[in-house]
């Protein structure tokens, strides 16, 4: 299972600052074995966000979210309910908030850190997507993931090696900066890229060695 | 004055200033260091020592740094957050500056898979962005990166790189300004053959103002040889060479090539200080340091500027 753990309100409510309508959907998968993206808990979200003075355009709850083409269909049927909302609120695993925001032209927040992937990559199979880093950074990245995707896992990017949209590692590998930096352009919200985001907290990540936390 | 900087004086005094870079040997000969720093004293201001460039083993930075300050020159230490956490990036970032060298060039580094240890693990702990930001609130807020206070600062003058050639484009002057943000003192370009983009990104930087917060030192690079030219252009990610570039080193006779490569490098000098908003060269002839002072001459830039040290 895909362990995940829900973000601090206060940090939620950061990411919606400048947002008074947003669409909340959870996970029927790992995120509800985790109690952190089930029914429950969107209904806790949803009531927790409506105190806060958000307004909450509709939730929906979405079998797999890791599986794209099931978020893509689900999400149809609420089209108008996510089209008058300025934002999407996720409550899964960094897959799920990628696969979401592949399917909809709209910041889609991350509800949840990834603390660990138990070993399994969800339904999405292709390509790393996920490197369970802990501390989840899709929110200020357009939901493309630079700690999988960047080769420099850079959080400022991109670095003076990127090319034509590719990777100076290897003409194989798209820069993910340049896909972030098309994807906020295309949302109009370049501006999350205009200030300096801090280094990191790697001591939640797995990577900093797995029997140091977990 | 943040530093002792002879560089920091010089570009704050309103020269025009000249910097040079030096390459440390894959090994442990000083010598190297020494032979090199013969052709760069007294022609250029201050001199960078790369750290590891394009990812081969050498002799560190600060270490090569110091032989040079022997010598007579100014060190900028290169540091790339290739190798090193944030731990150690303060422990030499300290070390330095308590060694007496004034200026850190802050960098993100070329990926371990060019190097000569492919197999390495890349360390990225901190982003270049991130390394200026620290090692300014070392030096202005006398506190580590975890908030801890020290009592003596490092007294750096603090540089960052910048690529106008790198994609996406549009998106370079909103990272530089993020770096000018973040507390980088001046920026030394990537390698400039294309002047007229050049040109349309100081543009760009001047609309935002950063040419009146930041220095600018224009990066140049003499070519010596039409081959080298054609792997620039072809092999290494962001660089950007015109054919016309190639076109004028293929105009003369093969054995005329270094010199007419040299020639074109001061042309292109020429061009870049008639650019609103550069303040000085960064001039990198890598393996080639004994041209340096016939460049600096043939570009009028000599003598260089005095200024007092403590």
């Keep these: 299972m895909l362990t995940t753990e829900q973000k601090p309100l206060e940090q939620l409510l950061e990411y919606l600052d400048r947002e008074k309508s947003v669409f909340l959907i959870g996970c029927r998968g790992c995120a509800e074995g985790c109690h952190t993206g089930g029914e429950q808990e969107v209904l806790d979200m949803k009531q927790r966000l409506e105190e806060a003075g958000k307004t909450i355009t509709g939730t929906s709850l979405i079998d797999f979210m890791c599986n794209e083409s099931l978020v893509r269909m689900t999400l149809q049927a609420h089209e108008d309910a996510i089209l008058s909302a300025e934002s999407l609120l996720a409550l899964c695993c960094g897959i799920g908030v990628q696969a979401t925001s592949s399917v909809v032209d709209k910041i889609v927040h991350p509800g949840c850190n990834t603390v660990s992937m138990g070993g399994r990559h969800g339904e999405w199979r292709e390509g790393e997507r996920c490197m369970e880093c802990g501390d989840c950074v899709l929110e200020f990245t357009g939901g493309i993931c630079p700690i999988a995707r960047c080769s420099k896992m850079l959080l400022n990017g991109p670095c003076g090696g990127s090319s034509d949209g590719k990777c100076e590692v290897s003409p194989d590998v798209p820069c993910a900066w340049q896909l972030i930096i098309e994807r906020l352009t295309k949302l109009g919200r370049l501006d999350k890229l205009e200030r300096i985001v801090a280094p990191k907290d790697w001591s939640v990540s797995l990577m900093s060695g797995a029997a140091s936390k977990r | ?310």
Aim: aromatic fraction near 6%.
């Design chain 2, 1 to 310: 004055m943040k530093s002792n900087s002879k560089l920091e004086k010089i570009l704050e005094g309103g020269h025009f200033a000249i910097t040079g870079e030096l390459g440390p040997p894959a090994s442990a000969n000083p010598e190297v260091i020494r032979k090199k720093a013969k052709y760069l004293r007294g022609n250029v201001d201050a001199v960078n020592v790369t750290d590891g460039q394009t990812a081969v083993a050498r002799m560190a930075s600060w270490a090569a740094c110091l032989l040079g300050k022997e010598e007579g020159l100014e060190p900028t230490v290169q540091m790339t957050c290739r190798d090193r956490n944030r731990i150690a990036l303060q422990m030499d970032v300290l070390g330095i500056a308590a060694l007496g060298i004034n200026n850190l060039l802050c960098l993100t580094g070329d990926h371990q898979v060019f190097g000569n240890h492919p197999t390495a693990k890349g360390v990225y702990d901190l982003d270049s962005i991130q390394l200026i930001k620290m090692v300014k609130d070392m030096r202005d807020e006398k506190k580590f990166q975890c908030g801890d206070d020290m009592d003596v600062e490092p007294r750096l003058f603090i540089g960052a790189a910048a690529n106008p050639f790198a994609d996406p484009f549009e998106f370079r002057v909103v990272r530089l300004a993020n770096k000018v943000a973040a507390g980088a003192d001046f920026i030394q370009t990537q390698i400039i053959y294309n002047v007229e983009k050049f040109a349309q990104w100081m543009e760009a930087v001047r609309d935002r103002g950063l040419d009146k917060k930041v220095k600018i030192l224009a990066g140049v690079a003499p070519i010596k040889s039409v081959g080298a030219a054609r792997y620039m252009q072809t092999k290494v990610p962001g660089m950007d060479v015109p054919e016309a570039v190639i076109e004028r080193l293929k105009g003369v006779p093969k054995e005329d090539v270094p010199k007419e490569g040299v020639r074109q490098c001061v042309d292109i000098m020429n061009q870049l200080r008639e650019i609103k908003g550069v303040a000085g060269i960064h001039l990198m002839a890598i393996e080639w340091e004994e041209v340096v002072p016939e460049i600096v001459e043939q570009a009028g830039l000599l003598p260089r500027p005095q200024v007092y040290q403590a």
